[in-house]
């Protein structure tokens, strides 16, 4: 699908520069960048991957407009750059190859998220915008997989939706987190528009503006339930939470739940329930929101409270704890006419990497858990009885991977997260990265580093 969302020009000035200089000095070289992560944000053990059909949307769609050239021609950094650049450019679309692993992947650091295969000008250009789409997606999924883990430590599992499209860093944030937190375990969203564009199911409740704006809150609840009577969710904590609770038990048909926004949550929540069940509600859920994370969840969930579904918004969609990915995009091949490769290998302490195009092979025990994964060279022979997880999905710039229910993605998610070992699903974990490098790999590091790249 063609979208104005993601044009070319949505992108850091160097990256152009950058091509401006290929272009000039004839570089017509193939090359290979990969998205990864260095290493994990803090207290997390894993990650889950997102973002990946917008990356290959953006990629599908990738031009320049007339306008977008005749901007670049007047800036004073293209002042030298000859005319066959900008000719290059409008011609330009995405020819290369891309390989990646399925959204709602368990990801490890220095597994890519995405492998770029393209000529020079076009893998670098799109560097920017790739990062920005999976790093923000992979960021969110990932903490909303460990919402799901929270949810699921109680005597007996329950759900969350997500509430955050008000506290996202802009709407355009707010659409991407609803996606990614579906992906990462949430049952739904509230907001409309991720509901219409990616499937998502919706929720709502009403606001305190709905009781308040009614004489009294018996007729809020009221006419509330008579024009929704099979979703009505009505929220309780206005002036009096008890008195609330009792006003729903005089409504003419129970109605399917009530929400508490604030205050004690365990011993509102206990309170509510029994004033519900004593007053012929005892289906009617109790929903809870208002800061919600995994850690509150956690303790709420384990101390016993009667909560049904969660609310979570702003620690969600801002991944308050750890509020960035640093994921990176980096060259790690080149590949030239004559068929010659040049590895390439960053040699920085803190930043060093590994060489070469890249496959991970993911190894399960007999009872479908996850072992370990072997960082391994593209071009090396499979591993028998692992699963190799990066995918091709595009082709010569042409997708191979139709675009899936999100339905599957998030099923994906929940499947691998059952697969973790115990110790990695933990809210603290201070565990070792169960990613091994393979030989040969190995090997081609000696051969072309005097350091050796960050520890797995």
Not at 100 to 116: W, Y
Not at 158 to 181: K, N
Not at 374 to 385: C, F, H, M, R
Request: with cysteine; glycine share 8%.
């Amino acid at each position: 699908m063609l979208t104005p969302d993601y044009p070319v020009t949505l992108t850091d000035l160097y990256q152009l520069t950058m091509a401006a200089g290929y272009h000039v000095h004839n570089h017509q070289q193939k090359a290979t960048f990969e998205l990864y992560v260095r290493r994990l944000p803090a207290h997390r053990s894993f990650l889950i991957a997102a973002g990946l059909e917008q990356a290959l949307t953006y990629l599908e769609q990738l031009h320049f407009t007339p306008a977008q050239l005749d901007y670049l021609r007047q800036l004073p950094a293209f002042a030298q750059v000859p005319e066959t650049f900008f000719s290059h450019l409008a011609q330009l679309r995405f020819t290369g190859d891309v390989w990646a692993p399925p959204e709602g992947t368990v990801i490890f650091p220095h597994e890519p998220l995405l492998r770029i295969t393209a000529p020079l000008i076009e893998a670098q250009l799109v560097e920017t915008l790739l990062l920005s789409l999976v790093n923000y997606q992979t960021l969110v999924a990932s903490k909303a997989a460990r919402v799901w883990l929270a949810c699921q430590r109680g005597e007996r599992p329950v759900g969350f939706t997500d509430f955050g499209t008000r506290r996202a860093h802009g709407p355009e944030a707010g659409l991407l987190a609803s996606r990614a937190a579906y992906i990462g375990g949430a049952i739904g969203t509230a907001n409309v528009e991720a509901g219409l564009r990616y499937g998502i199911p919706v929720f709502g409740t009403a606001a305190h503006a709905w009781i308040m704006a009614h004489d009294s809150e018996a007729e809020a609840f009221a006419n509330f339930q008579s024009l929704f009577p099979q979703h009505t969710t009505l929220l309780l904590d206005t002036y009096d939470t008890l008195e609330g609770a009792r006003q729903v038990t005089r409504l003419p048909v129970p109605p399917q739940g009530v929400r508490l926004d604030s205050g004690d949550f365990l011993t509102l929540s206990h309170e509510v329930r029994q004033i519900l069940d004593e007053g012929g509600c005892a289906q009617t859920q109790i929903v809870v929101s208002g800061d919600m994370n995994e850690h509150k969840i956690t303790e709420l969930l384990a101390a016993g409270a009667p909560i049904d579904l969660f609310g979570v918004g702003t620690e969600l969609v801002t991944s308050l704890d750890a509020p960035s990915l640093g994921g990176v995009y980096k060259l790690v091949e080149q590949r030239h006419p004559d068929g010659r490769c040049d590895y390439k290998l960053k040699l920085s302490a803190s930043k060093a990497g590994y060489p070469g195009a890249k496959q991970v092979y993911r190894h399960y025990d007999a009872h479908g858990q996850l072992v370990s994964d072997t960082l391994a060279l593209a071009d090396e022979a499979p591993i028998s009885g692992a699963e190799p997880l990066l995918q091709a999905v595009m082709v010569n710039g042409q997708r191979t991977l139709p675009q899936l229910p999100l339905a599957e993605l998030r099923a994906r998610t929940l499947t691998q997260l059952q697969s973790l070992p115990l110790a990695y699903q933990g809210l603290e974990p201070e565990l070792p990265s169960p990613v091994v490098v393979s030989p040969r790999l190995q090997e081609l590091l000696r051969t072309l580093s005097v350091m050796p790249a960050a520890p797995l």
